[in-house]
């Protein structure tokens, strides 16, 4: 078979795709066990703080699961502040952007992930135990579905973003 | 095309592929990638890589920035730590830079990172991180005893500007906007622990002007840096990596020394062509000393004229430079500066002689010496910034830059 050397490039690009996708398939061919928990299968890339004296701060990382079934993330603690909730970017009446409470908590599907990043989804982290400096690592505790707890540690960074205003009244 | 080639343009698509954007991107990244591709020559366009993914390990035994092949831009940056700054916090600023250094170097976002698509080309970024005394004492360290300014030299002309510091980041990559970038995220994330004293940029060549190995030029027009160490041979292992005298926290690190040369390039334009050789030794058209042929010829330093003289005159810089000492050799590591002109000038323009060494005071101080006490170059040349560092070794991943001074 005779074809121009660009198409034949193009075929072999495409395969070493499939190929490597299909490598991701059969590793993940060790199904969890009906007694896996959900944080067995959830992970946590890039996690940070937005460093802060007092008060409120934010924590951001991308949630990933590993399993065939939807995580949820139902509620979130950690020694850093006096109360942690899930929040979420909607626009308002007035058409702002505002962060509230999320209703059915953070849902990672199934084999993907769930961003949380300044300015959309994040922890929320209220009444702040000691001043989070840049540099200084937390540890955070997420609460799952079924129960299963997920832990992870996150250091604070400067940052001078993530200034979004608040829903002044919860739902 | 054999079945074994196509394979093998396979992985290297699909290695390209992963550096830019990871596989989650999918087929449609591999479309995109097929257009780039349908409107190259063929294979052998497929082949090579852009010099933007180029990356240098961050991890290891060593840090990066000594012994790679220099990169064409340089920022070389000094902090003072900001007073009440104690140990703790110390701890916590090296291990931010590291990170960032860690995950910037390989083409990675830094965390909070607020422009991440600046990072996706790495270009060989490296970030190395050097000591002053100040932040050795702060962290309870014992100081090798060469980390302190230079002795005074009579042709010194240093403006406290461009002297010392606690905290040396010399970022250097083959992209200016990377360098920039990594700058940016490196002092954003140091601004609540220290101020920055100084900012020195430098350049060289731009990847693939010239062929690789080419020795630099500077701004005279010189081949400059001609005789160097060569990394792994037995001189970079012990006069580069050498432990020297120094304490067990520095092994594996070295000595580090900037000077900040003004070049009189006004004054070197009055000078012909011989006069310029002369004063260094070296010719001007490929850097041959004045008694060989090619770049990398021995001087002959008994060699004389027809009427007496030596060919390599006793006051050139060449002569001057070398010493009988085989201990007395430094890596160079330079970088040409082009600054704004000041009022009523048409240029600020010199040399970042920058040089590691295990002991700065064994190996630099004696050739400085000797250069202080004549060297004909010195008629347009001038020592106006100064500053000595200790370069800590490597970390682990998971550790951090420091971390053996803790």
Redesign the interface.
């Known amino acids: 078979m005779t074809l121009p050397a660009t198409p034949r490039i193009l075929v072999v690009a495409v395969a070493a795709l499939l190929a490597l996708s299909g490598c991701a398939t059969t590793t993940d061919t060790a199904a969890p066990e009906a007694t896996t928990t959900a944080a067995a299968s959830l992970t946590i890339a890039d996690p940070w703080v937005k460093s802060a004296e007092t008060g409120m701060s934010a924590t951001f990382g991308t949630l990933e699961n590993a399993s065939d079934t939807d995580i949820t993330v139902v509620s979130a603690e950690s020694s850093a502040a006096t109360m942690i909730e899930l929040h979420e970017t909607v626009e308002d009446d007035s058409g702002a952007m505002v962060m509230q409470q999320i209703e059915g908590g953070f849902i990672v599907p199934a084999n993907g992930s769930y961003e949380l990043a300044p300015g959309a989804n994040h922890l929320m982290l209220m009444g702040l135990t000691a001043p989070l400096v840049a540099g200084v690592d937390s540890t955070f505790t997420l609460t799952l579905s079924d129960g299963s707890t997920f832990e992870f540690t996150a250091p604070a960074k400067d940052y001078s973003g993530a200034n979004e205003s608040y829903e002044e009244t919860e739902k | ?1 054999s079945g074994d080639q ?2 093998s ?3 290297r ?2 290695r390209r ?1 992963l550096l830019l954007g990871g ?1 989650s991107a ?2 449609g990244a ?1 479309g995109a ?2 257009i780039d ?2 409107t ?1 020559a ?2 052998t366009a ?1 082949a090579e890589p852009l010099n933007g993914t180029q990356t240098v390990p961050f991890y290891g035994v060593h840090q990066a920035g000594i012994d790679t092949v220099p990169q064409s831009n340089a920022s070389l940056i000094a902090l003072d730590l900001v007073p009440g700054t104690d140990a703790a ?1 110390l ?3 090296l ?2 830079l590291t ?1 960032d250094a860690a995950r910037l170097s390989q083409g990675e976002a830094a ?2 990172d ?1 422009e991440p698509e600046l990072a996706v080309a790495p270009a060989r970024l490296t970030v190395t991180f050097g000591f002053g005394p100040g932040l050795v004492a702060l962290a309870g360290g014992a100081a090798p005893s060469w980390l302190r300014p230079l002795p005074a030299f009579g042709i010194d002309r240093l403006d406290p500007a461009w002297a010392d510091g606690d905290l040396l980041l010399q970022i250097a990559a083959d992209d200016a906007l990377t360098v920039a970038h990594a700058t940016r995220m490196l002092l ?2 140091s ?3 220290s101020t920055v004293r100084w900012v020195q940029t430098g350049f060289r060549r731009a990847p693939g002007s010239v062929k690789p190995g080419t020795t630099m030029r500077n701004l005279f027009g010189q081949v400059d840096g001609t005789v160097n160490f060569v990394p792994g041979t037995p001189d970079f292992e012990r006069l580069v990596w050498g432990h020297a005298g120094n304490p067990a926290w520095l092994h594996g690190g070295t000595g580090f020394v900037l000077r900040r040369v003004a070049m009189q390039l006004d004054k070197w334009d009055k000078l012909d062509r011989a006069g310029r050789e002369a004063s260094v030794g070296r010719t001007l058209s490929n850097g041959a000393p004045l008694t060989g042929v090619n770049e990398t010829d021995e001087p002959d330093f008994d060699a004389k004229t027809a009427i007496g003289f030596p060919v390599i005159p006793e006051f050139s810089h060449l002569r001057r430079a070398r010493s009988e000492n085989p201990d007395e050799r430094i890596l160079r590591r330079g970088y040409n500066y082009d600054d704004l002109p000041t009022a009523g000038s048409v240029s600020n323009s010199g040399l970042l002689f920058v040089t590691f060494q295990a002991d700065v005071d064994a190996q630099f101080v004696p050739i400085q010496r000797r250069l202080d006490a004549l060297d004909l170059l010195n008629e347009w040349t001038t020592p106006i910034g100064s500053a000595v560092f200790a370069i800590p070794p490597g970390c682990a991943a998971g550790g951090y830059i420091g971390d053996t001074l803790f």
């Open positions: 095309m196509q394979a343009a396979g992985r698509l699909s592929h596989a999918g087929i591999v990638l097929g591709l349908a190259k063929g294979p497929v916090a701890r916590r600023l291990k931010i990170s965390l909070a607020s954003k994330d601004r609540s622990f």
